[in-house]
């Protein structure tokens, strides 16, 4: 991996890139604070045997990667993953891809537009 904040080495049973870092509350799953604050957050899981994949399953179903002290955790602005000998799969915002690498990723601050409906009558 190498970013805006250096470089690592890291074998991982599962790498999330998320735009934008989630929330440390137990109650939202899947929330944060921002979406276009111009930040990719990085999660590489650090779970080992049988109990160890069956906890970073239920991390990744209930979007509580932020609280599962078994992901390595870091917020940069670019990321390279260079890879090892052939196609990786990456979960890239809840979404499992399956890249070439090297892959690079990159966000843009403010670059996300929403439509957001306006509260019910009576609000």
Same mark, same amino acid.
């Given at each position: 991996?190498?970013?805006?904040?250096?470089?690592?080495?890291?074998?991982?049973?599962?790498?999330?890139? #998320?735009?934008?870092?989630?929330?440390?509350? #137990?109650?939202?799953?899947?929330?944060?604070?921002?979406?276009?604050?111009?930040?990719?957050?990085?999660?590489?899981?650090?779970?080992?045997?049988?109990?160890?994949?069956?906890?970073?399953?239920?991390?990744? #179903?209930?979007?509580?990667? $932020?609280?599962?002290?078994?992901?390595?955790?870091?917020?940069?602005?670019?990321?390279?993953? $260079?890879?090892?000998?052939?196609?990786?799969?990456?979960?890239?915002?809840?979404?499992?891809?399956?890249?070439?690498?090297?892959? $690079?990723?990159?966000?843009?601050?403010?670059?996300?537009?929403?439509?957001?409906?306006?509260?019910? $009558?009576?609000?």
């Amino acid at each position: 991996f190498e970013s805006d904040r250096g470089s690592a080495e890291a074998r991982t049973l599962c790498a999330v890139i #998320a735009n934008n870092p989630l929330n440390r509350h #137990a109650d939202i799953d899947f929330g944060r604070a921002s979406l276009d604050g111009g930040v990719l957050a990085i999660y590489l899981s650090t779970h080992r045997g049988t109990i160890g994949r069956l906890l970073l399953l239920l991390s990744l #179903a209930t979007g509580q990667l $932020e609280l599962d002290r078994r992901f390595r955790k870091a917020a940069v602005r670019t990321l390279t993953i $260079e890879g090892g000998g052939g196609p990786i799969m990456v979960s890239v915002d809840g979404e499992i891809m399956r890249f070439t690498p090297p892959v $690079e990723f990159s966000q843009h601050r403010l670059g996300l537009t929403m439509l957001i409906p306006a509260p019910p $009558e009576g609000s």
